[in-house]
Each structure stands twice: as structure tokens, then as C-alpha cells.
């Protein structure tokens, strides 16, 4: 065994061959870091041993990156099936293992995301012994991804702590509660979001007139036919006006746990609504990407462009940019165990005041945006360094 003044071994939990995995490991390299490895999530979600023997063959120090288990149909079953009991017992939607075993890839469908984020608790329960062994140093805290993963928790975890964040409308299960919700409130807008979803998967921009008509915007692409009623993401933003399909959709959010907020109104640039994207490494605002969309929605994958960072800088006050780069790093005071995380902060019109939208505990994938010439994934391997080092020093 390597003594802890060594150089780290690096491990990545993750998606063999996934585009998060491969540029990770080229910073890797490009730092010159060994050794290093990869070991697949799926098979450690139906064998959590093989983390242990993953850590046991690198040996000690070792640093660990869990990344996020999306974009790959083997793993989103194992994490179906592992969350199935759990979903069972508190009473949400669920696909039992029998039925997981003859699924097929049906891609976008929105499936069960209460059941998959059940599942990615167990894995993270599974995977904590291994993980806070003496000589393992964790990037990414694994109960804090799940804080982070839950939009309901995560919101109440930063109001709890002062962090400004859009108007909660707590306990919203149904369309008609939220109707009856933004009635008490005198308001007429407000976001319904898949506590569990990202990159825009379930959220719903939902506007109510005062006559009572409707438009709901969304990602989600509506299939009705012989297979009954189901929602897809999409790439092609849909706008819904008929009452019926508008309570489909919140409805069937909503089933599966959501956050309602209300919509506030977000700064535009060139008459388009935009919102920032903001690494925190080592508790420090970094990266910084500026998102316009097209839509209510500004998530990349959807089409939407990066905006002039430097140009938005010198649009709005020092001390508002300032205050605004101060509250990301305040969200690293309320997950002081996660060395990275994405902030999604929105500007108001005037560009004054600011509200955290989300965090993304794996918002890191940012290609080719660099803070002081650096690319996001080198600037977290220094500041994982930098922990080790510190925190090493603190023990003697």
C-alpha cells in the first residue's frame, strides 16, 4: 500500500466509453495522473463489491469521482431495479423486476424517475462503506449527490440556509392543486419540475390567463395510442393550449414527485430569456457559461446558445455580478463535503437580483469553457489535490 503522502490513484465510477468518462480521463492525463481507472457503473450497482476491490487494487491514497450514471439503458434498469421495493412500499408508480427484466430500450421515455432515483440512494447506501474507508477521498460526497438529485430537498436545504432561491409552492401533488396554489397566491406562472429529473426532462412552464386559458411549454412530447398515455423527452419544445393535455402533463410530473416554484422573470439578451451556469470547485466560483434560450427552457441540449459572458459582465453592476458569483459559493457552505457542483442561477430583468434555480451535482461538463486558461475537469483535479494536501496537514 502507498502511503497517504503519495500520489493519488484516481477512480471513476461511471459510464465506460461516455463522453463525462473520456474527458475526465484525458485531464487525467494531461496532468499527468496514475494511475487511473474506470470501473462501470452498472456492474458495480448489481456487485458493490467490486468498488471495494476496484479501491483494494489501486490501493491508498486514492481519489474517487462518482459520475452521473445518465445516458446508458443497462444501467437505468439496474437502478429501476434497485429502487423498486422502495417505490412499492412508499406507495409511487413503479415497474416491478419481472417487468424490468423484458424492458426494452424505448429511448426518451420518461420512466419512473422516483423508482430510478430510489435506486441511485441504494447504490450510494451500498457504495458508502467502501467509500469512507480510511485512505479514500470521495470528489463528490454521496449523500449530498442525493440531496442534490432531489430538487425538493435541495431547494428547502438552500432556503433553510438563506440562499435566494424562486417562491416554493410546497405540497402541489395534482394539476388541480397547483391551479388552487397560484389562485392563493394572487399569481399566475409557475415551473412544475421532476424533483428527480435534469436536463429539462419533466419541467413544465405552466401560464394561466386571466380568463382563465392556459399554455403549458415543455420538452415533453405527448404519445397517446394503444399503449395508453406516455411522455417522452424531446429536443423540439412542445406547447400545449388544450385543458386536457395541460393536466396530463402536470399530472403525470407531479405523480412522481415534483417541485413547483414560481416562475420569475428572468433577465433576456437580445430579447431571449437567459440563466448561468456556474461551477463551484473547492468552494470557489469558477466557470462561468452564460445560457439564452429559445424557450422558457435554456438547457444546451435543446438547441439553446451560450451567450457573451464578458459582454453580460460589463452589462451588469460590479457588486451585483459579485453578489450574485458570492451566493454560488455559498451553496458550497451547505454541501461543504462536494468539491464541484453546477449552480443554475437566474438574473431578474434589471439585472440586480438573483435567485438559484437548481444544483447540478454533475454540471461539470462544460467542454472548452476554461477558468484562468484552465478546462473544468483540470481545475477540479488541482483543487482535489489542494483537499488531500490540506486536509492531510489538518491531521497532524
Given at each position: 500500500?502507498?502511503?497517504?503522502?503519495?500520489?493519488?490513484?484516481?477512480?471513476?465510477?461511471?459510464?465506460?466509453?461516455?463522453?463525462?468518462?473520456?474527458?475526465?480521463?484525458?485531464?487525467?492525463?494531461?496532468?499527468?495522473?496514475a494511475p487511473r481507472r474506470v470501473l462501470?457503473?452498472?456492474?458495480?450497482?448489481?456487485?458493490?463489491?467490486?468498488?471495494?476491490?476496484?479501491?483494494?487494487?489501486?490501493?491508498?491514497?486514492?481519489?474517487?469521482?462518482?459520475?452521473?450514471?445518465?445516458?446508458?439503458?443497462?444501467?437505468?434498469?439496474?437502478?429501476?431495479?434497485?429502487?423498486?421495493?422502495?417505490?412499492?412500499?412508499?406507495?409511487?408508480?413503479?415497474?416491478?423486476?419481472?417487468?424490468?427484466?423484458?424492458?426494452?430500450?424505448?429511448?426518451?421515455?420518461?420512466?419512473?424517475?422516483?423508482?430510478?432515483?430510489?435506486?441511485?440512494?441504494?447504490?450510494?447506501?451500498?457504495?458508502?462503506?467502501?467509500?469512507?474507508?480510511?485512505?479514500?477521498?470521495?470528489?463528490?460526497?454521496?449523500?449530498?449527490?442525493?440531496?442534490?438529485?432531489?430538487?425538493?430537498?435541495?431547494?428547502?436545504?438552500?432556503?433553510?440556509?438563506?440562499?435566494?432561491?424562486?417562491?416554493?409552492?410546497?405540497?402541489?401533488?395534482?394539476?388541480?392543486?397547483?391551479?388552487?396554489?397560484?389562485?392563493?397566491?394572487?399569481?399566475?406562472?409557475?415551473?412544475?419540475?421532476?424533483?428527480?429529473?435534469?436536463?429539462?426532462?419533466?419541467?413544465?412552464?405552466?401560464?394561466?390567463?386571466?380568463?382563465?386559458?392556459?399554455?403549458?411549454?415543455?420538452?415533453?412530447?405527448?404519445?397517446?395510442?394503444?399503449?395508453?398515455?406516455?411522455?417522452?423527452?424531446?429536443?423540439?419544445?412542445?406547447?400545449?393550449?388544450?385543458?386536457?393535455?395541460?393536466?396530463?402533463?402536470?399530472?403525470?410530473?407531479?405523480?412522481?414527485?415534483?417541485?413547483?416554484?414560481?416562475?420569475?422573470?428572468?433577465?433576456?439578451?437580445?430579447?431571449?430569456?437567459?440563466?448561468?451556469?456556474?461551477?463551484?470547485?473547492?468552494?470557489?466560483?469558477?466557470?462561468?457559461?452564460?445560457?439564452?434560450?429559445?424557450?422558457?427552457?435554456?438547457?444546451?441540449?435543446?438547441?439553446?446558445?451560450?451567450?457573451?459572458?464578458?459582454a453580460l459582465r460589463q452589462r451588469v453592476?460590479?457588486?451585483?455580478?459579485?453578489?450574485?458569483?458570492?451566493?454560488?459559493?455559498?451553496?458550497?457552505?451547505?454541501?461543504?463535503?462536494?468539491?464541484?457542483?453546477?449552480?443554475?442561477?437566474?438574473?431578474?430583468?434589471?439585472?440586480?437580483?438573483?435567485?438559484?434555480?437548481?444544483?447540478?451535482?454533475?454540471?461539470?461538463?462544460?467542454?472548452?469553457?476554461?477558468?484562468?486558461?484552465?478546462?473544468?475537469?483540470?481545475?477540479?483535479?488541482?483543487?482535489?489535490?489542494?483537499?488531500?494536501?490540506?486536509?492531510?496537514?489538518?491531521?497532524?
Amino acid at each position: 500500500m502507498a502511503s497517504d503522502a503519495a500520489a493519488p490513484a484516481w477512480l471513476i465510477v461511471g459510464v465506460p466509453d461516455n463522453r463525462r468518462t473520456t474527458l475526465f480521463l484525458a485531464a487525467l492525463e494531461g496532468r499527468q495522473e496514475a494511475p487511473r481507472r474506470v470501473l462501470d457503473a452498472g456492474e458495480a450497482l448489481v456487485e458493490p463489491w467490486r468498488l471495494q476491490a476496484a479501491l483494494e487494487a489501486l490501493g491508498r491514497p486514492c481519489a474517487v469521482r462518482l459520475d452521473s450514471p445518465g445516458e446508458d439503458f443497462k444501467v437505468t434498469r439496474r437502478l429501476l431495479a434497485a429502487g423498486a421495493a422502495a417505490a412499492e412500499a412508499e406507495g409511487s408508480p413503479f415497474l416491478p423486476p419481472a417487468a424490468l427484466a423484458q424492458l426494452e430500450d424505448d429511448r426518451g421515455l420518461i420512466l419512473h424517475p422516483r423508482q430510478w432515483y430510489l435506486g441511485l440512494c441504494a447504490a450510494l447506501r451500498a457504495w458508502g462503506p467502501a467509500l469512507a474507508a480510511p485512505g479514500v477521498w470521495v470528489m463528490n460526497d454521496p449523500d449530498e449527490i442525493a440531496v442534490m438529485f432531489d430538487k425538493v430537498a435541495c431547494q428547502a436545504r438552500l432556503e433553510a440556509a438563506g440562499i435566494p432561491i424562486p417562491p416554493r409552492l410546497p405540497g402541489v401533488a395534482s394539476y388541480d392543486a397547483l391551479v388552487e396554489a397560484l389562485e392563493a397566491a394572487g399569481e399566475r406562472r409557475a415551473f412544475v419540475k421532476l424533483a428527480h429529473g435534469s436536463s429539462a426532462s419533466g419541467v413544465i412552464a405552466y401560464e394561466r390567463g386571466r380568463r382563465g386559458q392556459e399554455r403549458a411549454t415543455t420538452s415533453m412530447e405527448r404519445v397517446r395510442d394503444r399503449r395508453g398515455l406516455r411522455f417522452y423527452n424531446s429536443l423540439r419544445i412542445s406547447r400545449y393550449t388544450a385543458p386536457e393535455h395541460i393536466r396530463d402533463a402536470v399530472d403525470a410530473v407531479c405523480r412522481e414527485r415534483a417541485q413547483v416554484e414560481l416562475w420569475v422573470p428572468k433577465a433576456t439578451w437580445d430579447g431571449q430569456p437567459f440563466d448561468l451556469r456556474v461551477v463551484v470547485i473547492g468552494g470557489e466560483a469558477r466557470q462561468v457559461v452564460m445560457r439564452v434560450g429559445q424557450s422558457p427552457m435554456t438547457t444546451p441540449h435543446l438547441g439553446n446558445a451560450r451567450g457573451p459572458v464578458e459582454a453580460l459582465r460589463q452589462r451588469v453592476a460590479p457588486d451585483a455580478w459579485a453578489a450574485m458569483l458570492r451566493t454560488c459559493e455559498r451553496v458550497a457552505e451547505v454541501f461543504p463535503r462536494s468539491l464541484y457542483f453546477g449552480v443554475d442561477v437566474a438574473l431578474d430583468q434589471a439585472m440586480e437580483r438573483h435567485w438559484v434555480l437548481e444544483v447540478n451535482a454533475f454540471g461539470d461538463l462544460l467542454p472548452g469553457v476554461r477558468w484562468r486558461g484552465e478546462e473544468t475537469h483540470a481545475v477540479e483535479i488541482d483543487a482535489m489535490r489542494v483537499r488531500m494536501a490540506s486536509r492531510r496537514e489538518e491531521a497532524r
